[in-house]
């Protein structure tokens, strides 16, 4: 059974730094892409980046494009999202997902295993 567990949100000051993490279990992703989203109140969840497990290749929303940084770590089946220069606007639940195929998807119906999520605030 394929688990998604988030961490690393928080409460911060604009223009400062997060690093999320999202640890996956439950079967062999070399051939997934993993997605982070991001949700907020009142709003439709909306894609942040996305990374394929395979190539590394990266995909991010316009908004986060050079602030946000997503990585893995193949051996501890763990993605990550690096947020600096952080708005308020970014705040919201950020969520990580997990779709089959080599190409990052941007919506949410791309992906079949989501996580709990983590909050992310960030103060003016």
């Known amino acids: 059974q394929v688990q998604l567990v988030e961490s690393g949100g928080g409460l911060v000051q604009a223009g400062g730094s997060l690093r999320l993490s999202c640890a996956a279990s439950?079967?062999?992703?070399?051939?997934?892409?993993m997605g982070w989203f991001r949700q907020a109140p009142g709003k439709e969840r909306e894609f942040v980046a996305g990374i394929s497990w395979s190539d590394g290749s990266t995909y991010y929303a316009d908004s986060v494009k050079g602030r946000f940084t997503i990585s893995r770590d193949n051996a501890k089946n763990t993605v990550y999202l690096q947020m600096n220069s952080l708005k308020p606007e970014d705040t919201a639940v950020y969520y990580c997902?997990?779709?089959?195929?080599?190409?990052?998807?941007?919506?949410?119906?791309?992906?079949?295993?989501w996580g709990q999520g983590t909050q992310v605030t960030v103060s003016s």
């Open positions: 439950g079967r062999t992703f070399s051939s997934d892409t």
């Open positions: 997902a997990v779709r089959r195929g080599s190409r990052v998807g941007v919506r949410p119906n791309e992906y079949g295993y």
